[in-house]
């Protein structure tokens, strides 16, 4: 039993999945994960099912699709029952497990099949009970889903992701070692605020920074927003200067975050501990301005595009330092986990394992991917979206607006091809594949022959007036 590979799941917040220096992004600076991925591989269109935390977490969690999972968009306070999970599975296996960092479960500090758990809130007890420290976590003065951006005021010793990883040394040491264990190092950053480590902010404020880009179907972002801006918004313009210093912490906090990578890495390696998976990811992505647009639950790449890193023990058969093209998502996980540690798969899990992918054998692959949030901030925000990482089509189920990108020439999605005559013959591909993809469903936004624009409430068969705009 102690001879199968230890699993080490690496969970970020609001990590955009261009966001790797190994893929030519021209500011990020991600050393260790380019190394890890150097060892194994990196999914360049892996993606989040329902752009935010509750619901990706959901299908993290279970191996479900968010339909099948029960949660559609973001919705706090909805219980967290589900009969077979990637922790219980792995317990079951005989595998110790714990989970360090955010977990969203409810009711809180549920474990979910973790053996083990420490939260933020554990983290926050420890703060402040350290000499000289009398303010809080958010004494910066920044909120939670802000566009502002500072310095931290904590230096970096005493930042929530050290002591998370501090927690997993603490672990790693205390182990059982007759088990093989796993390992969820859950982050909260870089979800704002974008208050990084003065010594890695530093690096990156005097950079030339590139500025948001601005599709030509995206004027209305700004031209519909409410001004002066409220400092959690999630449209709308905001000056230059701003946009570089949000832009600016932002890829300091990503390398700050890298450099906790690397260190979890020289702790796995110092320990002997070199037989295990690691995979590095995120819940969902940023937009960061794009569009005039800024937070996640939309189906655009920034914020539904996601890194996807993936390092295999040393003497498991597969291709190394490799980019695999083929369209993964966050319900492919647990099925990925469940292989690696020889344990039986449940027949309620939908992903599918990327082992097959890690060997290079492609042939019975999807063909492509499905994304949904229901309206989060806005009634009227809400989006269905198909891709196979050259075409991305995404339907608005209140509306009926359709959009239409060809991703292989418009990585950004600045050019809507819906409207475009030379493209009707694509669209019309697309469209039908979304009318299959959502006949049956409770909604009633599909009759299997055509799309049919409706409500969507957050939690499946739910109320749509539950929910809470902004």
């Not at 951006?149 to 007759?178: C, I, Q, Y």
């Not at 450099?259 to 002997?272: D, K, P, S």
Request: net charge negative.
């Amino acid at each position: 039993m102690a001879e199968r590979p230890n699993i080490v799941l690496i969970i970020t917040d609001h990590f955009r999945g261009d966001c790797l220096s190994r893929l030519g992004h021209p500011v990020v600076e991600t050393p260790h994960l380019d190394s890890i991925s150097q060892q194994g591989a990196v999914f360049t269109h892996a993606y989040t099912p329902c752009p935010s935390c509750v619901p990706a977490r959901r299908s993290l969690m279970t191996g479900q699709t968010p339909y099948s999972a029960g949660m559609v968009g973001y919705q706090e306070g909805k219980p967290w029952a589900y009969a077979h999970t990637m922790a219980g599975e792995l317990t079951r296996a005989g595998y110790q497990t714990i989970n360090i960092g955010k977990t969203h479960f409810t009711p809180r500090r549920l474990h979910l099949g973790f053996e083990q758990l420490i939260t933020p809130e554990d983290y926050e007890t420890w703060l402040a009970q350290q000499p000289g420290i009398d303010v809080e976590k958010f004494a910066h003065g920044v909120d939670g889903n802000s566009w502002m951006a500072r310095p931290n005021h904590l230096p970096e010793h005493l930042m929530e992701e050290t002591w998370f990883v501090s927690r997993a040394r603490d672990f790693l040491g205390k182990r059982d070692p007759t088990r093989p264990f796993f390992l969820c190092l859950s982050f909260n950053g870089p979800h704002p605020p974008w208050c990084p480590p003065q010594v890695y902010y530093d690096q990156f404020i005097t950079r030339e920074i590139p500025g948001p880009v601005v599709g030509d179907w995206a004027k209305r972002h700004h031209e519909e927003a409410e001004y002066p801006l409220d400092v959690n918004t999630w449209r709308g313009q905001i000056a230059d200067h701003l946009n570089d210093r949000a832009r600016a912490a932002y890829y300091a906090y990503l390398a700050y975050l890298d450099a906790q990578v690397g260190r979890m890495m020289r702790l796995l390696m110092r320990g002997g501990l070199r037989n295990t998976f690691l995979l590095f990811t995120s819940d969902h992505g940023e937009m960061l301005g794009d569009h005039h647009l800024w937070r996640k639950t939309y189906a655009y790449e920034a914020s539904a595009r996601v890194p996807f890193v993936v390092r295999p023990p040393g003497g498991m058969d597969v291709t190394r330092n490799v980019e695999i093209p083929q369209v993964v998502g966050w319900e492919d996980i647990m099925p990925t986990f469940l292989e690696v540690a020889g344990a039986e798969i449940p027949d309620s899990v939908e992903g599918k394992s990327v082992l097959p992918l890690l060997r290079g054998e492609t042939a019975s692959w999807r063909n492509f991917y499905h994304i949904e949030h229901s309206p989060c901030y806005h009634p009227e925000n809400a989006n269905q979206a198909l891709t196979d990482g050259s075409w991305k089509y995404i339907w608005n189920p209140i509306t009926g607006e359709e959009q239409l990108f060809y991703l292989s020439e418009d990585p950004e999605e600045c050019r809507d091809l819906a409207g475009d005559p030379g493209s009707s013959r694509i669209l019309g591909l697309w469209r039908d594949r979304m009318v299959q993809e959502l006949d049956g469903r409770v909604e009633g936004l599909s009759d299997g022959e055509k799309l049919i624009p409706g409500q969507v409430a957050a939690w499946v068969g739910g109320d749509v007036e539950d929910v809470h705009w902004g």
